[in-house]
């Protein structure tokens, strides 16, 4: 048996929400979506853009939010936008790593076109080795060229 006055949670009867609360709440829910659009008609026909805003701000503020004003910069406040306002050929802002990305691949990029017309120092290292490369093979060839000649020499010598 579990110590101090405590006692276990498994035998408490169960709460249920009354149907008739339920049925208030929601009527109250449909009032006050049927009159936010009524309100806010009625502020776009007004014209008068400082009195709609005074009154969304009093609106928003409830809570401990009524009674302090907070000035922070830093806090962005999240506004719904509608596709009519959308403006769809406007420029998307990256991030960071979306911009790093790019740039990233772009000095790629350049890097390998001018590794390509022979400009970096590896390309130049790549070319001279490549030159290096064919004048061995060449005199290869020409030594061997001279062997040959020299056997078919000594072969036509030995035949006679």
């Known amino acids: 048996m579990p110590r101090g006055g405590k006692k276990g949670h498994k035998g408490r009867g169960k709460q249920f929400s009354n149907p008739e609360e339920i049925d208030r709440q929601m009527k109250a829910q449909r009032e006050l979506e049927a ?65 790093e990305e790019i740039e990233k ?18 390309a130049r290292a790549d070319l001279a080795r490549l030159a290096i490369i064919k004048k061995q093979r060449e005199d290869a060839q020409k030594k061997r060229d001279g062997l040959k000649k020299e056997k078919e020499a000594e072969d036509s010598k030995s035949k006679r």
Do not use: C, F, W
């Open 105 to 122: 691949q772009k000095a790629k990029e350049r890097y390998m076109k001018l590794h390509l017309e022979g400009k970096t120092d590896q």
């Open 35 to 99: 009159n936010g659009g009524v309100e806010k008609e009625e502020e776009k026909s007004s014209g008068s853009d400082d009195s709609s805003s005074e009154e969304d701000i009093n609106k928003k503020k409830s809570g401990v939010e009524g009674l302090i004003e907070i000035e922070n910069p830093n806090r962005i406040s999240q506004k719904s936008k509608k596709v009519t306002e959308l403006d769809v050929n406007a420029p998307k802002e990256l991030s960071r790593r979306e911009r």
